[in-house]
């Protein structure tokens, strides 16, 4: 899968809404713009709830390039029919996995641009048994849904050296010349593929698109899509377009913690996204004859990570010929059969915590330990814990508890309850025992209000994005820097700290991908300001701000009461070497506190 940047003219409903997005910007308050962003039109439809349910799909690339490769359609289809494939297999390992969804990547530029079904357009290899029929219905049996994949890149097309495009074919069927190898004649051709399959299979649930292309702009595809089958999904490799219900991030690595792969991710909530990362620790996204080694650990933790942030785990293993995985990976799904059900309930119909949907705080904790929280959507009282990296030293996790009062802490494994207490803003699980290797799971139960936060609505801000409790609204600094953000309490209060909730638009990590430098576009250098008046100002605190997802702190002491406060950022953390991130800052909420939980 190599991105690309998006080519040539968009689709003129695309720039429609993007001049209506533009509309919506507004200056308020403190030189800032309060924005509301572009979600992908309609906002939330029926056809994404599959999506949004599920926790993670099963990423098959697999073709005639497959190990070992086959030159000839009709031998590769021999191969894999007399190697026993069965579509259910597949679907099984997907259940293992908990896997809601299958992408099936054969159409794909290096795997001979294979066509699983027998199509009628000539081109490239089709077979004569339907094996995307069998998958869908199989798929259906069992409740796990199939999404083709559609690759834009003629590119590879004699990589092995031998011509994988027939321009001749495809030129005689379509009564004029047509050069396959060229990406207006393959855009044509697939998009041509693009209907057939849609008018072939009515239980097909989407397509995952690696990047795109002119031809199909030019000739509206997309808008097509949406009028033939509003039920189908549209997913996008590294580009997040407003034609696509979700944007798919590619192989993040390099992390600290390595499994923390949404450190690398740019794309805020609610959007729907999803990391797609390679299971075996080396090789192709295909199977190239070795049985490459998994690291159980890593893949156990970026799955929870994942999983803590609202991301799908898009999770490639490497199909063989006739559809089995290699040893390792078959072992990996095997483990993941047995590990998964006793914390389902904290991993499936859940949303990432510590950002738009509540929660305490994620990250990194006490001596070491480093972790996620994931929220009921059916209980939203009930939050869970999953320490993926163990403290150092001792028998217990601390954490903010952003203003839940805790009623009851129990392993979830176990069903063991623990000791617990809450001070000065963070909860403390002690006598902690059973560590689990990779995932330790702790089921908190909650108040069902917060405590020691003032409520929304009594807090105003020069910018009321800031304090309306809206998630999808935003205050934008327009790289301009320093900034002066207000807070007005009504009358003088008390004040103890600051909840700051970031946008989630840029990465924690700094990196370069596909030669575009990215960094953090948050808060680095900052001062506090409190005032009885609005005019004449006090600073009380000076400080950094770590560059982490989730809602960060500042705590002002318990001895300060005022009417206003005042935050001003001086500097960002992203360098001027990521220009797209530089002194830019997008804050959704900030939260005033006035005490914390005090539980012995």
């Known amino acids: 899968m190599t991105p690309v940047r998006r080519r040539g003219p968009w689709p003129l409903w695309v720039a429609v809404l993007s001049l209506l997005g533009g509309l919506l910007l507004a200056g308020t308050g403190s030189g800032a713009a309060s924005t509301r962003p572009q979600p992908p039109p309609p906002a939330d439809p029926p ?86 029929g069998e998958l869908i219905k199989a798929g ?46 393959f855009g044509e051709f697939s998009y041509d593929n693009f ?28 808008e097509q899509i949406r009028e033939r089958r509003p039920d189908m999904t549209l997913s996008n490799n590294n580009e997040d377009t407003a034609a696509m219900d979700m944007v798919s991030h590619e192989q993040k690595t390099g992390m600290t913690p390595p499994y923390d792969q949404p450190s690398a991710i740019w794309t805020p909530m609610p959007r729907l996204t999803e990391s797609c990362y390679k299971v075996p620790s080396t090789g192709a996204w295909w199977y190239d004859g070795q049985d490459r080694p998994v690291d159980t650990g890593l893949n156990v933790r970026r799955y929870v990570a994942n999983s803590g942030t609202s991301i799908k785990s898009l999770m490639d293993l490497q199909a063989m010929v006739d559809g089995r995985f290699p040893p390792q990976q078959q072992k990996f799904t095997n483990f993941m ?62 954490l903010r508890d952003n203003g839940y009062r805790i009623k009851r802490v129990t392993d979830l494994r176990t069903g063991t309850r623990l000791p617990f207490s809450q001070g000065d803003g963070r909860l403390t699980i002690r006598s902690i025992e059973d560590w689990d290797a990779y995932d330790t799971v702790f089921k908190v139960e909650t108040e069902r209000e917060r405590e020691g936060v003032y409520p929304k609505g009594s807090v105003k801000a020069g910018d009321p994005a800031l304090t309306d409790g809206d998630f999808t609204t935003y205050t934008d600094n327009k790289g301009t820097l320093p900034v002066s953000v207000t807070l007005d309490l009504g009358t003088r209060k008390k004040a103890a700290f600051l909840g700051i909730n970031q946008r989630e638009w840029s990465p924690t990590h700094n990196r370069s991908t596909f030669g575009r430098p990215e960094d953090s576009a948050r808060i680095k250098d900052y001062t506090v300001s409190v005032s009885d008046d609005g005019k004449r100002w006090r600073q009380i605190k000076a400080g950094v701000l770590e560059s982490a997802r989730g809602i960060r702190f500042i705590d002002l002491g318990d001895g300060v009461r005022t009417r206003h406060l005042k935050l001003d950022v001086t500097t960002t953390w992203a360098a001027a070497t990521a220009p797209t ?11 005033v506190g006035h005490g914390h939980v005090q539980r012995r």
């Not at 904790?365 to 009930?382: C, E, F, V």
Request: aromatic letters at 14%; proline letters at 6%; charged letters at 25%.
């Open 195 to 222: 209907f057939e399959v849609m008018d072939a299979y009515p239980k097909l649930s989407g397509f995952w698109i690696d990047n795109d292309n002119e031809y199909w702009e030019q000739h509206q595809l997309y």
């Open 337 to 398: 059969k047995d590990y998964l059900p006793p914390i389902r309930e904290s991993l499936h119909g859940v949303d990432g915590g510590g950002y738009m949907y509540g929660g305490m705080q994620p990250g990194a904790w006490n001596d070491g330990a480093y972790g996620y929280l994931t929220i009921s959507r059916a209980k939203p009282t009930t939050q869970y814990v999953h320490v993926t990296t163990r403290p150092t030293t001792g028998d217990r996790i601390r």
């Open 581 to 591: 991130f530089h002194r830019q800052l997008k804050i959704d909420e900030i939260q």
């Open 47 to 132: 056809r994404q709830s599959a999506l949004r349910d599920a926790t993670a799909g099963l990423f098959l690339h697999w073709g005639m390039f497959t190990n070992p490769r086959h030159y000839e359609c009709d031998a590769w289809e021999k191969a894999v029919t007399d190697g026993g494939w069965t579509p259910d297999y597949w679907v099984d390992e997907a259940k293992k996995l908990d896997a809601g969804y299958i992408v099936l990547a054969t159409f794909h530029s290096r795997l001979g641009y294979a066509r699983p079904w027998p199509s009628k357009i000539p081109g490239s290899c089709a077979t004569r048994r339907d094996f995307l």
């Open 140 to 185: 259906e049996a069992k409740g796990v849904k199939t999404i083709l994949y559609m690759t834009d890149d003629p590119k590879w097309h004699d990589e092995q050296g031998r011509e994988t495009l027939d321009s001749a074919a495809y030129s005689a069927h379509k009564g004029r010349d047509i050069d396959l190898t060229t990406r207006p004649g």
